[in-house]
């Protein structure tokens, strides 16, 4: 099997700016970042506010709740990211 083949059912990849991390701090705040980015003006609730579960943003970027969890409050910190 060639590597083509098999990655043609791995998934969807991940728009990643690695310049970005020097704002983020940290890779995993940046991979998180990408895809918000990715889904802006796609917001489900019309408002503005992005809403996706653990589980959805796992399945999109691979990072684990844990992973997730660091990653958000290092965008808060960095005042990039509000949450509620």
């Keep these: 099997?060639?590597?083509?083949?098999?990655?043609?059912?791995?998934?969807?990849?991940?728009?990643?700016?690695?310049?970005?991390?020097?704002?983020?701090?940290?890779?995993?705040?940046?991979?998180?970042?990408?895809?918000?980015?990715?889904?802006?003006?796609?917001?489900s609730g019309g408002d503005g506010w992005l809403y996706k579960t653990a589980e959805e943003i796992e399945t999109e970027t691979g990072l684990s709740y844990n992973e997730q969890k660091t990653a958000r409050r290092d965008l808060v910190s960095a005042g990039i990211m509000e949450e509620y």
Excluded at 20 to 25: A, K, S
């Design 1 to 43: 099997m060639k590597l083509t083949d098999f990655l043609q059912d791995v998934g969807r990849p991940v728009a990643y700016y690695p310049s970005l991390r020097r704002v983020t701090g940290s890779t995993n705040a940046t991979i998180l970042l990408c895809q918000f980015i990715y889904w802006r003006g796609k917001e």
